[in-house]
C-alpha cells in the first residue's frame, strides 16, 4: 500500500541543515494499522507528511496506493490527497464553520453536488458518533468530539490510508481510548489502512498490527507489535516497553511474594498474545478442585490478545495441581512454577 | 430653539454636505476594502512558505505599502493630483477624492488584512491543503472566512478614518462636510456651522463604530 525506499528529508536552517528523516526503508500493508513511535523531535510528522506530499522528500521514492507520490504534478497530487486523507492532534478545524459544514469541507474541494454532500454529511456524523451536534460550532465540542469531527472530516472522500499525527495527544485517556476504538471500527468497517504517529506505547500496544520506532530520523526498530513488545532490541523501544509493562519491578518482588505466601504452588503465566486471561482462570477454577489466588497481575490487552504476565497461587491436592499446570500448557500459555513447597 | 443655536447654518446645505460625505465614505471604503485585502493577500501569499512564496514580489509589495502608509493624507492629495487629472479629467467633487483616499487608505487596510490572516492557525492551512485544496479554495474557503472578524474589524477602524481622510479631502474641494466647515465655517467666520459638521461627523462615526463591532461580534464563532 505504502513502500518508502531510501527515504531522506533535509531541511536548511540558518542554524544548518537538519536531517529530520534519515535514509528510511518501510513497507505498509493493505488494511494494517501501522504506528511510528518516537519521541519529539524523532521525525514522525515529517515523515507522515511526506505519505501525502505535504512535504517533498530530499531522496528516495515513496509510493502509496502504486502512485510514485515523489514525481507527480500538483494537480495528480491534489488527487492523491482525496484518497489520502489526515487526522491532527490539534484537530485543525475551521472555527468558522459548524460540524456538518466542516465535514463537507473535503466534499466541496472535491466537487461533489450539494444533494450528496448533505447526504454523506449525515452519514458521517452518524458513523462518528455526533448525531444532533450538525449545526454546533467547534468551540461548542470537547475535545473528543472535535477529533471525531476531524475524523468524519477525514472519511468524507472515502480515502484509502488515514494518517493520524498525534491524533490523540491532546485528548485525556478515556477520550483517547473512545477515539483509538472508534479508529479500530473504520479500519475493520471500511478497510483502510491507518499509519499512526504517537509518543505514547499505550497507543501502539491498543491498536496497532505493526510498530516502526523513530529515533533521530531513523527507523531503529521494526516488526510486529507483540514481537517488539516482547523481544525489544534497542534501548529506545526498551524504554516505551517499559512505559506499559514494567518486568523488573515484577521481578524484585518475587522473593517477597514466596514468603508471603508459602502454601501450595506460585506459578507464573506469560501470555503472548493468543489468549486472553479470564476464559483460563475461570475454567481453572471449575475444573480443578483449587484454591486459585491472583498473586500480583501485569496485563496488557492489545489488539490480538493479552500481553504480559500474572503470577498464581494454586493450593491443594499436589496431583491437582500438576494437573491444572498441565491444562494450562495445553492453552498455549508459557507457565513457570515459581517455588516449590 | 435650533436656529437660535445655530443661526448661520443652511439646513438644506448642512444635509446635501452630509450625503456627500457619507457617499465618499460608502464608495471609497468599498474599493478600499477590495484593493486592501487584495494588497493584504498578496503580502501574506508571497511571505515565505505560502502558496505564493516569492522574495521580489513580497519586498515590492511590502514596500509600497509601506511608502503609501507613511506619506501624510494631505500631501497624498497634493502628490496625486495630476494623476487624479489624468484619471477622471477633473479636481474637484466628491469622484476626484477617490483615487487619494483609497491610495491612503487601501495600504493602511493591507496592513490590518495581513495581520488578520497570520493569526489564523497554520495547522488549519495544513489541513486544507492535505484535503488538495487549490490555493484559490484556500483563499475564498479558509483565509477569508477564518480571519473575517479581523477583516472586519480592520474596515471598520480603515472607515473611520476614512471620514476623516473626506473631510481633509474636503479643503482642497472635494465637497462633503469638511469642505463645508473650511468654506462656510472657518472662512466666513461662522462658528456654529463648524461645530454642526463635526458634531454629524461624529454621529456618523459612532454609527460606523456600532455597525462594525455589531458585525463582528455575531460573526465571531470562535
Ligand atoms: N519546516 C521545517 N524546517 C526546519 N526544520 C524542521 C521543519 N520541520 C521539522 N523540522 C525539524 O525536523 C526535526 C523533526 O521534526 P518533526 O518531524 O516535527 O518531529 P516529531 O513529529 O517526531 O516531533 C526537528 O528537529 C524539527 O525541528
Ligand atoms: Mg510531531
Known amino acids: 500500500m505504502i513502500s518508502l525506499k531510501d527515504v531522506s528529508k533535509k531541511f536548511n536552517t540558518k542554524q544548518g541543515t537538519i536531517i529530520a528523516v534519515d535514509d528510511v526503508n518501510l513497507d505498509i500493508k493493505q488494511g494494517e494499522i501501522f504506528g511510528i513511535i518516537g519521541y519529539s523531535g524523532a521525525g514522525k510528522s515529517t515523515l507522515i507528511r511526506l ?59 472535491a466537487g461533489v453536488p450539494k444533494d450528496q454532500r448533505l447526504a454523506r454529511v449525515n452519514e458521517l456524523i452518524e458513523l462518528v458518533g455526533l448525531e444532533g451536534r450538525g449545526n454546533y460550532y467547534p468551540s461548542q465540542l470537547s475535545g473528543g468530539q472535535k477529533q471525531r469531527v476531524g475524523i468524519a472530516r477525514a472519511l468524507a472522500n472515502r480515502p484509502e490510508v488515514l494518517l493520524c499525527d498525534e491524533a490523540t495527544s491532546a485528548l485525556d485517556p478515556e477520550t483517547t481510548d473512545a477515539i483509538l476504538d472508534l479508529l479500530v471500527s473504520i479500519n475493520e468497517k471500511l478497510g483502510l489502512t491507518i499509519v499512526l504517529i504517537t509518543h505514547e506505547m499505550q497507543v501502539i500496544q491498543k491498536i496497532c498490527n505493526r510498530v516502526a520506532v523513530m529515533e533521530g530520523g531513523r527507523v531503529v526498530e521494526e516488526g ?29 518482588t518475587i522473593q517477597n511474594l514466596v514468603d508471603l505466601y508459602p502454601n501450595g504452588k506460585l506459578i507464573k503465566l506469560t501470555f503472548v498474545g493468543e489468549q486472553t486471561e479470564q476464559p483460563i482462570l475461570s475454567r481453572l477454577i471449575k475444573q480443578f478442585k483449587l484454591e486459585v489466588n491472583i498473586v500480583q497481575g501485569n496485563i496488557s490487552h492489545t489488539k490480538s490478545g493479552a500481553f504480559g504476565t500474572l503470577i498464581l497461587q494454586l493450593d491443594g491436592d499436589a496431583s491437582a495441581i500438576d494437573e491444572a499446570i498441565q491444562f494450562i500448557h495445553e492453552q498455549k500459555v508459557s507457565t513457570e512454577v515459581i517455588n516449590n513447597d | 430653539m435650533i436656529n437660535t443655536l445655530f443661526p448661520n447654518v443652511d439646513w438644506p446645505k448642512m444635509w446635501e454636505a452630509a450625503l456627500e460625505t457619507l457617499y465618499m465614505t460608502a464608495v471609497s471604503t468599498i474599493l478600499t476594502a477590495i484593493f486592501g485585502l487584495a494588497l ?74 495581513l495581520i488578520g490572516l497570520r493569526e489564523i492557525d497554520k495547522g488549519v492551512l495544513e489541513a486544507a491543503r492535505s484535503m488538495g485544496a487549490k490555493t484559490s479554495t484556500i483563499i475564498w474557503k479558509v483565509l477569508l472566512p477564518e480571519s473575517m472578524p479581523a477583516l472586519v474589524s480592520g474596515i471598520t477602524v480603515t472607515c473611520i478614518s476614512l471620514v476623516g481622510y473626506t ?22 467666520n461662522q462658528t456654529d456651522v463648524t461645530l454642526m459638521s463635526t458634531i454629524l461627523i461624529l454621529i456618523l462615526v459612532f454609527i460606523i463604530q456600532w455597525i462594525g463591532d455589531m458585525i463582528t461580534m455575531k460573526i465571531d464563532k470562535r
Not at chain 1, 516505551?240 to 509493562?245: A, I, R
Not at chain 2, 496625486?80 to 477617490?98: E, H, S, V, W
Open chain 1, 51 to 109: 505519505l501525502n506530499g505535504l512535504e517533498k522528500p530530499t531522496g528516495g521514492k515513496i509510493i502509496v496506493n502504486g502512485k510514485e507520490i515523489t514525481s507527480i504534478n500538483e494537480d495528480k497530487l491534489r488527487q492523491v490527497r482525496h484518497k489520502v486523507s489526515m487526522i491532527f492532534q490539534h484537530f485543525n478545524l475551521l472555527w468558522s464553520r459548524t460540524v456538518a459544514e466542516n465535514i463537507a469541507f473535503p466534499l466541496e474541494i
Open chain 1, 224 to 252: 510486529d507489535v507483540l514481537e517488539v513488545f516482547q523481544n525489544p532490541q534497542q534501548p529506545i523501544t526498551k524504554r516505551f516497553v517499559t512505559q506499559v509493562s514494567d518486568t523488573t519491578q515484577t521481578m524484585q
Open chain 2, 40 to 113: 493584504g493577500l498578496l503580502l501574506f501569499l508571497t511571505s515565505p512558505q505560502q502558496a505564493w512564496a516569492n522574495k521580489l514580489a513580497n519586498w515590492l509589495t511590502g514596500a509600497f505599502v509601506n511608502i503609501f502608509r507613511s506619506i501624510p493624507f494631505i500631501i497624498l492629495i497634493i502628490l496625486l493630483i495630476p494623476f487624479t487629472k489624468l484619471l477622471l479629467d477633473t479636481i474637484r467633487g466628491p469622484n476626484a477624492a477617490f483615487p487619494a483616499l483609497v491610495i491612503g487608505a487601501a495600504p493602511f487596510y493591507a496592513r490590518m488584512v
Open chain 2, 167 to 188: 473631510a481633509m479631502a474636503g479643503i482642497i474641494g472635494a465637497g462633503g462636510l469638511g469642505t463645508l466647515a473650511f468654506l462656510d465655517g472657518f472662512q466666513r
